[in-house]
């Protein structure tokens, strides 16, 4: 390992301290400041370097709250090596919950980004320059967008040897082999040679106590396995893959009513939901056509015609 100091954001890391430096980006139209607190706790020993993000999406609140929670019960603080806390990266959006930059963009959908680009761009160029060429694992962590309703499950590009391994150890209820997204955070860190887990766990503007502790043990366990803390890893249960999957969609608009229970296996012709009008005349179930585990549940109580209800794992 280097002897060198870890300097980040220009500002040399003291070794066993707690250090917060501020992202600035840019200000509101009031010409308020805006920044992103960067927590970093770097050890007296050496060791990798882990950066947990959250709110990357600023309604996606379980993510944020995983990573708050890390900080609570002190996970953050290695015995050897780094661990970087970014709670919340799209503080715009989280000011307003909204997913979305104040430019309308879709921020993971910016990377690497440019520096002289539109708002969110210049704010992707940032963190692609300045923070991430000196992390080597990064827990990207999510929800379902609206109200979709994920499974706690860490998503991985079934390539990814390294990023496969990690996903056992955090031990999730599922895996889901899923490519990498054209322009995704996940894509950029991926083509810098890090290594990238994304969390995907229950759904926007909530903070689930379940789906926070699974997000929460995962970090210990991948922490554990890293090196960066000291302890036995919490394992529960295989963790079912997921290789193939498909949406089921609404056949007709209406209200929506759920009958099945996410992170399930459902059985071929089991009904799920029913889709009904509000007038009492109309009644349409929906059935499993095929045998899988549910992994995604969209809980809308109105759906129209096209829309996608769950997400069910093909065998």
């Not at 882990?50 to 709110?55: C, E, K, R, S």
């Not at 609570?72 to 503080?91: A, D, H, R, S």
């Not at 990238?196 to 554990?224: D, H, Q, S």
């Not at 759920?258 to 399930?264: C, D, H, K, L």
Request: charged share 25%; hydrophobic share 40%; aromatic share 8%.
């Amino acid at each position: 390992m280097s002897n060198k100091p870890f300097v980040l954001l220009g500002k040399e890391i003291p070794k066993g301290k707690r250090t917060v430096i501020d992202l600035k980006i840019a200000k509101l139209h009031t010409r308020t400041t805006v920044n992103v607190p960067v927590i970093i706790e770097h050890s007296h020993n050496p060791g990798p370097v882990v950066l947990l993000l959250a709110g990357i999406h600023g309604d996606e609140t379980n993510g944020v709250g995983i990573v708050r929670e890390v900080i609570n019960q002190k996970l953050n603080k290695p015995k050897n090596g780094t661990i970087i806390c970014i709670p919340v990266f799209n503080i715009f959006g989280y000011l307003i919950q909204t997913r979305e930059f104040p430019d309308g963009r879709d921020l993971n959908r910016m990377f690497p980004g440019t520096q002289n680009g539109s708002l969110a761009s210049q704010f992707a160029y940032q963190f692609s320059e300045k923070i991430a060429p000196f992390v080597d694992y990064v827990i990207d962590f999510h929800t379902g967008g609206g109200e979709r309703d994920n499974v706690a499950q860490i998503r991985c590009n079934k390539d990814d040897e390294r990023g496969l391994e990690l996903a056992k150890v955090f031990n999730p209820p599922i895996i889901v082999f899923s490519n990498n997204i054209v322009k995704s955070l996940r894509e950029t860190l991926y083509k810098m040679g890090k290594t990238v887990l994304l969390f995907e766990g229950g759904k926007t503007k909530e903070l689930n106590p379940a789906i926070i502790n699974e997000g929460v043990n995962g970090t210990r366990n991948v922490l554990i396995h890293l090196g960066l803390l000291e302890g036995e890893l919490n394992v529960k249960a295989t963790p079912i893959f997921v290789k193939k999957a498909k949406w089921l969609r609404a056949p007709d608009s209406g209200m929506f009513k759920v009958r099945a229970s996410n992170g399930t296996f459902v059985k071929k012709k089991e009904v799920l939901g029913v889709i009904q009008d509000p007038f009492g005349e109309f009644n349409k179930k929906i059935y499993a056509p095929f045998d899988g585990h549910i992994f995604c549940i969209n809980k809308t109580p109105i759906v129209n015609k096209g829309d996608a209800l769950f997400h069910l794992s093909i065998i």
